[in-house]
């Protein structure tokens, strides 16, 4: 006898992939910085961010689960639904250099040089939640205050061009803030029971 998968297994085959892809580069950044210690110069925030967005991953395969409730499965949700994992996919090659220099590497030069890029990638996400948890997740959007927060100082910072190193400093602070909150406040949402 032939078990065929649920639809739910079908979908997030993909979604799994995709963000293990993710995981995968965001390790072997990490990885390469260890690999060069003596020659890479580390910046906190830079460093934050790299934590969040790999934070963001597992957050993400942790909420997949959710969709075992949806039973309405087209192709254009799938789509939708992708396109988070596959955003996160895009901003983890944005987070370190391609190429290692043999000589010395600077995270907080690159981090500046690429903070707008990392930043535009980085206002999808709030974006895609707030849409996600209002026609998927049914949440109303005065449920969604964070996730508004989030996107309206993303904005700021990426559109205002700032490179003051305060600004950047405090939304590293800011963004493991909002981490942290959102584990504490949504700790029984986060639960998966058999």
Not at 66 to 83: A, C, D, S, V
Not at 112 to 120: D, G, P
């Amino acid at each position: 006898m032939t078990s065929l998968m649920s639809p739910f297994e079908y979908v997030t085959v993909l979604i799994s992939i995709v963000l293990g892809m993710g995981i995968t580069q965001i390790v072997s950044g990490f990885a390469n910085i260890v690999i060069r210690w003596e020659k890479v110069k580390t910046y906190w925030p830079h460093t934050v961010l790299c934590i969040l967005v790999f934070i963001l991953h597992i957050q993400d395969w942790w909420a997949t689960y959710e969709l075992l409730k949806f039973n309405q499965w087209r192709l254009p949700t799938f789509l939708f639904l992708i396109l988070y994992p596959v955003n996160l996919y895009i901003l983890t090659r944005i987070l370190f250099p391609l190429r290692w220099s043999t000589s010395a590497n600077d995270l907080k030069a690159f981090y500046f040089l690429n903070f707008r890029k990392i930043y535009l990638f980085m206002i999808f996400l709030p974006v895609h939640s707030i849409i996600d948890n209002h026609f998927i997740g049914e949440y109303g959007l005065n449920e969604q205050i964070p996730q508004f927060l989030v996107l309206i100082t993303l904005l700021i910072v990426a559109i205002g061009k700032k490179k003051s190193e305060w600004i950047h400093k405090m939304m590293a602070v800011f963004f493991l803030i909002i981490m942290i909150m959102t584990f504490v406040l949504a700790w029984n949402r986060l639960l998966i029971a058999a």
